[in-house]
């Protein structure tokens, strides 16, 4: 916040009272607005309790949250895995010396990058429908998987690249000079440091991967979000529904991301060893950064 | 090739529809962006915490519930319409509407980090000179910061921009017509898997790749010099 208070000077008695004149008018404002909304809300009916008596019940939440709540964290348990495994494998690959695994290793994360999670997870679903690959149970489970795998894979090739990169060139030159083999190097020297420095970016990697499950719905996967219309329909709640979805969801993705927070900040108090990357780096992924840095 | 020739109208449109939905939407998300991110720096203790609620909320919902309740929620319970019910494409601009709403919503919480971001990577030297000169916060941030900060965070919003497009693929939740919806209807009624994969795969490449270089080249060019 050094930077952000920089941009003003200490306030002196006029400025704090415009500053509280604000404060006041806003959330007044604010005010104003939530009554809004609240008023609207009572008018349709939203706010009876009928509308929200069934969430109190044991059977929704058994019938209908839970087995939400179930699809999601599988979906994404499986999939960051899996994109754990995948990612080091194509972020290795894009650091490795000999360029005919360099070059498409780069092409394959470039490609994951650029294709929405929807079209993979729409393409997978329909190859997997069309070879039997999957029980039918399991169909949309294994589409949204291998959706995020790739994707995330991807992201996660691409944190494991500038996790090694953010190491410094002696830890290299040591390792050469000892007579290591390049995969001796990456094995034993480069990955277990840089590994240090992801941490924060790979939790703030399994938001990602939590919020994408709900990308799911559309291929009729049964996690949280398609559940929350589920009730809306049934118990004819939408509002009330979702609502309750959102607190779940936000609540455990706000808890995921103050972690990250708080394991970079810890990473980077310790004088010792690799500074971490930034937790929210790569989070948005998708810039095609091969094609930008000149030389690969 | 004969799905290719047959579809080719369609497969247009429904692209065309993805870059409406981008275009509108990016220019939604930088103007609540930037505000929001003018919010979380101000000297108003009220503003920051607004700011922050905001930006941690809608960063942490899935896009696909923000749609969904963009149409559930707002559009069929309280019948918040963004058209005129009037006119004979009242339903396709709704959805179309709604969307665009929602991906706003979405993706302003990112480009008010990003700029955010782009902010600090400016001298500390360049607000206490404006301060020194006497600008209020007001001045100090148009003037002399968000100029700067928006040129160093040309790459980071590109690839917000570039999650963009890509989240547009979620509008067909609601019913848009646009790419993911055409590609799930086109698998359903030719079965060339593959072809079709392809056709939609290679799309959004040709959308995503180009702008990705064009903005690498954007902030070089538009980099501020400092010696």
């Not at chain 1, 070879?131 to 090739?157: H, M, R, W």
Request: charged share 10%.
């Amino acid at each position: 916040m050094t930077s952000a208070s920089v941009l003003f000077d200490a306030p002196g008695p006029r400025a704090r009272v415009r500053n509280r004149i604000i404060s006041v008018v806003t959330l007044v404002f604010v005010a104003m607005a939530g009554w809004l909304v609240i008023a609207k809300l009572a008018s349709k009916g939203q706010l009876t309790a009928a509308k929200w008596q069934p969430f109190l019940t044991a059977d929704l939440w058994r019938t209908y949250v839970v087995p939400g709540i179930a699809g999601t964290l599988t979906a994404a348990a499986l999939s960051i895995v899996l994109a754990l495994i995948l990612g080091l494998l194509l972020g290795v690959g894009r650091l490795s010396p000999t360029t005919a695994i360099r070059r498409p290793c780069a092409v394959i994360v470039e490609f994951f990058r650029a294709v929405p999670v929807l079209i993979m997870m729409i393409f997978a679903y329909f190859l997997y429908a069309l070879y039997d690959t999957f029980p039918s149970k399991y169909l949309a489970l294994a589409g949204v998987v291998t959706g995020l795998t790739l994707y995330n894979g991807a992201v996660i090739a691409e944190i494991v690249r500038s996790g090694v990169g953010s190491l410094s060139r002696g830890q290299h030159e040591a390792a050469a000079a000892l007579g290591l083999s390049w995969g001796q190097t990456m094995r034993s020297i480069l990955l277990p440091q840089a590994v240090t420095a992801m941490l924060p970016v790979l939790v703030s990697q399994l938001v990602v991967a939590l919020k994408d499950t709900a990308i799911g719905y559309q291929i009729t996967f049964v996690e949280m979000v398609r559940q929350g219309t589920v009730i809306g329909s049934t118990y004819g709640n939408y509002i009330p529904a979702l609502i309750v979805i959102a607190a779940l969801m936000i609540s455990a993705n706000f808890a995921l991301s103050a972690a990250a927070t708080r394991l970079e900040r810890r990473l980077r108090r310790s004088r010792q060893g690799t500074q971490p990357l930034e937790a929210e780096a790569i989070e948005q992924g998708g810039a095609p950064s091969a094609l930008i840095e000149p030389g690969d | 090739m004969e799905v290719f020739t047959e579809y080719r109208d369609q497969i247009v449109g429904a692209f065309w529809t993805t870059v409406q939905l981008t275009v509108f939407s990016a220019i939604g998300a930088l103007i609540l962006g930037t505000a929001l991110a003018a919010m979380r720096l101000a000297p108003v203790p009220t503003l920051n915490w607004l700011g922050a609620a905001y930006v941690n909320v809608v960063r942490n919902t899935p896009l696909t519930l923000i749609i969904l309740f963009c149409s559930f929620g707002l559009a069929q319970t309280l019948g918040m319409s963004l058209v005129d019910p009037k006119s004979p494409t009242s339903i396709v601009d709704s959805n179309f509407r709604l969307a665009v709403l929602g991906l706003t919503l979405y993706t302003a919480s990112f480009v008010c980090e990003t700029v955010r971001a782009g902010v600090n990577t400016v001298p500390l030297g360049q607000a206490e000179a404006a301060r020194s000169l006497g600008f209020t916060f007001s001045q100090n941030l148009r003037i002399v910061m968000l100029p700067q900060a928006f040129r160093a965070v040309i790459i980071p919003l590109g690839s917000v921009l570039i999650a963009l497009i890509k989240n547009t693929t979620i509008a067909s939740a609601i019913g848009v017509a646009e790419a993911a919806l055409l590609m799930k209807e086109m698998i359903e009624n030719t079965a060339a898997l593959i072809l079709v994969g392809t056709i939609f795969a290679v799309g959004f490449l040709f959308l995503t790749l180009p702008l990705g270089l064009l903005f690498g080249r954007l902030s070089k060019r538009l980099a501020v010099d400092r010696q």
